[in-house]
């Protein structure tokens, strides 16, 4: 398990998302996001040249490895949400995303002492090495109870 205390500023985890085909870039939009340039093809082509992902599913899928490799161990508390969050460019199908956490800041809190805020920025590249997404993030974890006592 990693705690507050395991993480450092300057820090730098890589990741990789699986990619998106257009069935499931559909399938999401017409469930979450059903405008028409994550669902009719053509449309979508006459505007950014092909179909194009939901920013909310290329959020997810950003966040999915940095969940399943990482912080599925990290001790956890809660998100805090998302500060400066950008869609900076359109993710198409078939494209796997190259994902940088860098960490920014550890923070123990001063009014609880068994916890602190993590801050980190997550940046996503496309295949030709594009910043597609990116956000700064803190999230509350745990501390280790003998850096604590």
Do not use: C
Not at 35 to 61: C, N, P, V
Not at 136 to 146: A, G, L, S, W
């Amino acid at each position: 398990m990693r705690y507050l205390d395991d993480f450092a500023p300057g820090q730098v985890f890589h990741f990789r998302s699986a990619p998106m085909s257009t069935e499931t870039i559909k399938a999401f939009a017409a469930e979450w996001d059903p405008q028409r340039l994550h669902t009719d093809e053509a449309y979508a082509k006459t505007i950014h040249g092909s179909l194009i992902a939901s920013g909310f599913q290329t959020m997810l899928e950003v966040f999915r490895p940095i969940m399943t490799e990482l912080m599925v161990d990290v001790a956890n508390i809660g998100g805090m949400g998302f500060d400066n969050l950008r869609w900076l460019r359109p993710v198409r199908p078939n494209e796997a995303l190259d994902i940088e956490m860098t960490i920014n800041s550890v923070t123990p809190s001063k009014s609880k002492p068994d916890r602190g805020v993590l801050h980190y920025t997550l940046h996503a590249k496309n295949p030709k090495g594009e910043v597609v997404f990116s956000t700064d993030t803190p999230v509350m974890i745990q501390r280790k109870q003998n850096d604590i006592d």
